[in-house]
């Protein structure tokens, strides 16, 4: 497992980050499940600690949300960066604290791994969908989308060993 450095990274500013264009959940579980033979670590999260956020990022699609956001930053959302979020996410962005609950604990590799295989396999077993906390109702298609497009931006500050 790699470590975080002492100081936090400026995740905005990282350069050397993986160009990452995942098509369904399987690449990004493929993706993950490679990196345990080893990484390196560009930002402030571990493998372990971002596959538990994906799949809890992922619930927030199969459970109705206690996650209460502003209603301008809802606005905000729903009219500027909805689409940008589903073409490409940049990194730096942070969390209100209303949302705090989406920043996972410190978890081992193959413990946050296997969190998300199992969250990946209830998401293509339950057909329903619940509101998006910041962009609102949201097709099937829009969700799947917007988890590849969150994935890639994280799992880009992960660098596969030789």
């Not at 959940?25 to 990484?39: M, Q, T």
């Not at 502003?70 to 949302?99: D, H, I, N, Y």
């Amino acid at each position: 497992m790699a470590t975080a450095s002492q100081t936090p990274v400026n995740t905005y500013k990282v350069s050397g980050r993986r160009k990452l264009r995942f098509q369904c959940c399987d690449d990004i579980l493929r993706d993950c499940e490679g990196l345990l033979g080893g990484y390196r670590q560009l930002g402030n999260w571990s493998l372990g600690k971002m596959a538990s956020h994906l799949a809890d990022a992922c619930n927030l699609a199969l459970e109705p949300s206690t996650i209460r956001v502003p209603w301008f930053m809802r606005f905000v959302a729903r009219t500027v960066f909805k689409k940008k979020a589903m073409q490409k996410m940049s990194p730096g962005f942070k969390l209100p604290k209303s949302a705090a609950a989406l920043e996972p604990n410190d978890t081992e590799d193959q413990a946050g791994v296997d969190k998300l295989r199992q969250t990946l396999v209830r998401w293509k077993q339950q057909e329903e969908r619940y509101h998006h906390p910041f962009f609102g109702q949201l097709t099937p298609e829009e969700w799947e989308t917007l988890m590849l497009r969150h994935a890639e931006m994280h799992l880009s500050f992960l660098l596969p060993s030789e």
